[in-house]
């Protein structure tokens, strides 16, 4: 069945960098759009960033020039792709669950939640200041 699963969370002070990765397993990176969405306590989920298939992208206005999605696919037994989230100038603003999605087919608003069909675990950025 399809599977992501995130990493690259942590703790980090304003200012500094991360960098997220949801691998995808049981179906072909490069025929599905993907995102990433965040979550902080009290607050709806929103979408960060997100990439169509061909490799357009999309960014929620606050992270612009801060934040980058790519994606790579990968030959193997396991894996078919990682879906990556640089995140750089990072502000306390940033905290929050970080969810890696993929839907399949094509959408044409990338940042509605309600689009996508398969979602990770989430992963906690914590940015202090």
């Known amino acids: 069945h399809v599977q992501l699963v995130e990493s690259g969370g942590g703790s980090v002070q304003a200012g500094g960098s991360l960098r997220l990765s949801c691998a995808a397993s049981e179906f072909t990176i490069d025929s599905t759009y993907m995102g990433w969405f965040r979550q902080s306590p009290g607050k709806e989920r929103e979408a960060v960033a997100a990439?169509?298939?061909?490799?357009?992208?999309?960014?929620?206005?606050?992270v612009k020039g801060r934040f980058t999605i790519s994606k790579q696919s990968i030959e193997g037994k396991n894996a078919e792709g990682i879906l990556w989230l640089q995140m750089g100038s990072l502000e306390p603003d940033d905290t929050a669950v970080y969810y890696c999605?993929?839907?399949?087919?094509?959408?044409?608003?990338?940042?509605?939640?309600?689009?996508?069909?398969?979602w990770g675990q989430g992963t906690q950025v914590t940015v202090s200041s």
């Open positions: 999605a993929a839907g399949r087919g094509w959408v044409r608003r990338l940042f509605v939640a309600d689009n996508y069909h398969y």
């Open positions: 990439i169509r298939t061909e490799g357009t992208t999309w960014y929620l206005e606050s």
